[in-house]
């Protein structure tokens, strides 16, 4: 089944267009192209119903949100959902501020997902926990394998969305099946990016595979954590791992991944 | 001719105002410090006319417009063209929606550009072709050499500019001479900010011979296909590709560029 | 002492708030990871005041500063005056326009700041001196090193902060005391954000050790210059030596912290 979707990527070589941060903008596009998809940023709003319409899929990322992109993530949303687009979100530091969980609770509201993707106090928050993250990082609290489990398919089944929830473990699920992804490494931590550049990867693998989402999205996922698992066995530093993540998944193949996804289905 | 181009750089480390986009914002600024210029990024309204008169180019790039930027790159362009500076225009994703197409015109419309630098999809568009292009990238249909050449010649003559064309092989024009180069390598697509790098570099390499546009443009344009060239030798992955452009760009002497530039006069 | 102050960052992992430029955000964002922080970067009016509230320290850098984030400054640095909580500031080209030097003396007159870090031309112009910056960079004849120490000093005493002179000797000086740090290699000035590298891990040094502002500063300048001077000795090109600065920082230890440091108390 991965192979499918991987080679669907290669084949359809998508067009993803990111509303996304600056801290991270640049990796989440070379990852893009690592993997054969072709990226777009473009966030003003007398542009951006446009970009998404010649796109194959739209990532809404809140890492640098404000006023004027917000109307943005807003527009372009909208009209993905209205030509059936894949839209992924990836709600960074919601639980931070105000601004931020308001706008990634009103994002929900108005637009349809196809994937939310956060870490666990990110998705704890999205679900009406209570509770406060720690900045763009996850409270240890909001860490147990259960609870995480639990508050992705509650996300789920409230949005419609598939959830990928990424932490020690990553589970996916689509508010029906379940699937726990053992890949990635710990020092990947220390890379900023990773998340926003798995969020990205999303739109790359939804965008080829739009009627296929929950594989899509176990397979996004266990292609980022690979690319970070192959990169550590070179670590020489962070510096250098970051640039190791994106060699990897530029030279990641079907086969590769296949064989080395770590994947569990639950209920 | 091109030692002398590439030496005036190295002697008078010339300044580069950009105003660019926040994907490649960070490659620009080093590979323009790898060759031996200095860059400055400034985009808000209130300070661009200040910045542009201390440099002693501009860089006027429309990855990530917006309302705010596109006002400050007119009041810039007038700024240089006024104090008889090179500004170079990269008109990206031009065609890929009506404000980057608009923004485009608008701007060679008020602004006299030395080079204008783009990707065949681009340039052609800035002709007043018809077409579509995909995102960031060139459409196939635009790619052939002979229409790639026919576009160049002709917006180098409505607009009195320069014109870069980048693609399998790259043309530059000043309306009379023709020079097609064929340095690079494919793997440089796969690296997001080639594109915007060339004309960061544009920026050095005129602001450093502003009485020799086409040469400067023609060495640039070598300069930035000889670092890829370079850097593939050593291929192991696309972040590796980046870096080891950078490298090379701070490694590059006018020796090795005089002995690896593949170039060839047309008319 | 500096054992001391690298273990406490080390333990207390502090949250870094970032206001800062789109051109180095990522590799300030991966050095304070690197080095075993945490950073935010938020801009927005509406929410920074309630991110510098959950974060150990502030950074305000100006580099491509704009009149919705010149706003932010100013609340967020009055929020964490507030809190106590240590703010740095880098007047990034402060007298490269008029905007930037205004911004950067409102912000020194309306906020309590930690640490002011520029280089010597910067400083300069904050102490009222009069003169022009070349863009970012430093003046030759501003770099004068007892002109340099002078300065510091003088802005140190009108703004209560400790001030940090980078250059090829670093000063840093709470009015008081003063250290001369020789750590650092020249190659750093070919790679872009190793002036706003260390301002961020000012915020992070500072707010693992609010109490210690001195202290905690020369250890930031100093751990800065050494993963350059580390990064430099296995030097093959600007590109692979942004990487391996931050491979230094992420392999850095009190130890070598320790043994590697050049400095000199003056008066």
Redesign the interface.
């Known amino acids: 089944m991965f192979e499918t979707i991987f080679e669907n990527l290669k084949d359809k070589s998508p067009?993803v267009h990111n509303i996304t941060?600056?801290?991270?903008?640049?990796?989440c596009?070379?990852i893009l192209?690592?993997c054969g998809a072709?990226?777009?940023?473009?966030?003003?709003a007398?542009?951006v119903a446009?970009?998404t319409s010649?796109?194959d899929a739209l990532v809404i990322n809140i890492?640098?949100?404000?006023?004027?992109t917000i109307e943005s993530m807003l527009i372009s949303g909208k009209r993905a959902a209205e030509l059936g687009k894949p839209v992924i979100l990836d709600p960074v530091?919601a639980g931070?501020?105000?601004?931020?969980t308001e706008t990634a609770v009103r994002l929900i509201n108005e637009i349809r997902f196809s994937v939310i993707r956060g870490n666990a106090s990110e998705i704890k928050i999205l679900c009406g926990g209570a509770g406060?993250s720690?900045?763009?990082?996850v409270s240890d609290s909001d860490s147990d394998a259960e609870t995480v489990f639990e508050n992705a398919k509650r996300l789920s089944s409230l949005t419609g969305a598939a959830v990928a929830v990424t932490g020690k473990t990553d589970f996916v699920t689509d508010g029906i099946r379940v699937a726990a992804i053992s890949n990635g490494h710990p020092l990947m931590?220390?890379?900023?990016?990773c998340g926003c550049m798995l969020s990205s990867l999303l739109g790359g693998f939804c965008g080829a595979n739009p009627d296929e989402i929950f594989d899509a999205a176990v397979c996004a996922v266990a292609f980022m954590g690979l690319c970070g698992e192959y990169a550590a066995q070179n670590y020489?530093?962070?510096?250098?791992l970051?640039?190791?993540?994106?060699?990897?998944?530029?030279?990641m193949t079907a086969e590769k991944l296949n064989r080395g996804i770590k994947i569990e289905f639950r209920q």
Do not use: F, Q
Not at 38 to 44: E, G, L, N, Q, R
Not at 189 to 193: D, E, H, L, Q
Not at 236 to 240: F, I, L
Not at 242 to 251: H, K, L, P, Q, Y
């Open positions: 067009l941060n600056y801290v991270t903008a640049n990796d596009a070379n192209l690592a072709s990226p777009i940023m473009a966030d003003d007398a542009e446009e970009i010649i796109c890492g640098t949100l404000n006023s004027r530091g931070a501020s105000a601004l931020r406060k720690r900045g763009v990082d931590k220390r890379v900023t990016g020489v530093g962070t510096g250098s970051r640039t190791g993540i994106i060699d990897e998944a530029s030279n």
